[in-house]
């Protein structure tokens, strides 16, 4: 296998989760969704968890310090040794130049940039039908892949959930915030000559063959 290291970019709701996860298993890398982790903590409503939930709610930033710290670890552990995919991290500026220089110091560059390109329109209709099992993570849509029974897991038969940060009022402050604090990484990256663009609208299928496409194009 390959070994991957890149970030996924692009609004919420573009399927950056979804295509993370469908990387992982034919690639060398792990996945770091800085969203999956904070969640996380606020269940377990340690420290971090804590600190991070109203931000959460709001659907505004967690701090780029706390963030920072935490992906600096993550890389640092085992399973992210021969390579990493990205989620959800960077989200603004100073983030990406924290990874940078985190990167740096593990001698390590990126390869790639994905920029997961899907219209707000679309998003709003993807992030108020999503659900989440409670149990193992696994992804669902009520209307673009349901579970078999509702409201229950296939993989595990854990309970789904509609994350808070989902509904209808906080989609609309997250998107703002994309527009204004994430979208400038695409000029950020673009200047550096390592952002791809890629469909973020279909079936996940579609998108996920058009991002192998893309890194396999790179590669030659
Ligand atoms: P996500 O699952 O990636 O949509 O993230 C859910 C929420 O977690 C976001 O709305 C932020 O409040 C927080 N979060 C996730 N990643 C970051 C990040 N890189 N920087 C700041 N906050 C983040």
Request: with cysteine; glycine share 8%.
């Amino acid at each position: 296998m390959a070994s991957l290291r890149v970030v996924l970019l692009g609004p919420p709701g573009a399927g950056k989760g979804t295509q993370a996860k469908l990387l992982r298993e034919q690639f060398e890398a792990c996945q770091v969704s800085t969203g999956d982790i904070l969640r996380k903590a606020v269940a377990d409503q340690s420290p971090l968890g804590k600190e991070a939930s109203a931000f959460i709610k709001r659907g505004d930033l967690v701090p780029d310090s706390v963030i920072v710290k935490l992906v600096a670890e993550r890389l640092n552990e085992k399973d992210c040794a021969p390579g990493f995919i990205l989620d959800g991290f960077p989200r603004t500026i100073p983030q990406a130049q924290s990874l940078e220089e985190i990167l740096q110091k593990m001698g390590l560059g990126l390869q790639a940039v994905l920029l997961v390109q899907v219209p707000h329109t679309v998003i709003v209709e993807r992030l108020a039908g999503r659900r989440t099992c409670k149990n193992c993570g696994a992804l669902y849509h009520l209307n673009f892949n349901p579970s078999t029974k509702e409201s229950i897991c296939d993989r595990c038969g854990g309970e789904l959930q509609q994350r808070d940060d989902d509904r209808e009022e906080t989609i609309s402050a997250r998107l703002k915030v994309y527009d204004n604090q994430t979208a400038p990484l695409v000029d950020y990256y673009r200047q550096r000559g390592i952002l791809r663009e890629i469909d973020g609208v279909g079936n996940v299928e579609d998108i996920r063959h058009r991002l192998i496409k893309t890194l396999e194009d790179r590669a030659t």
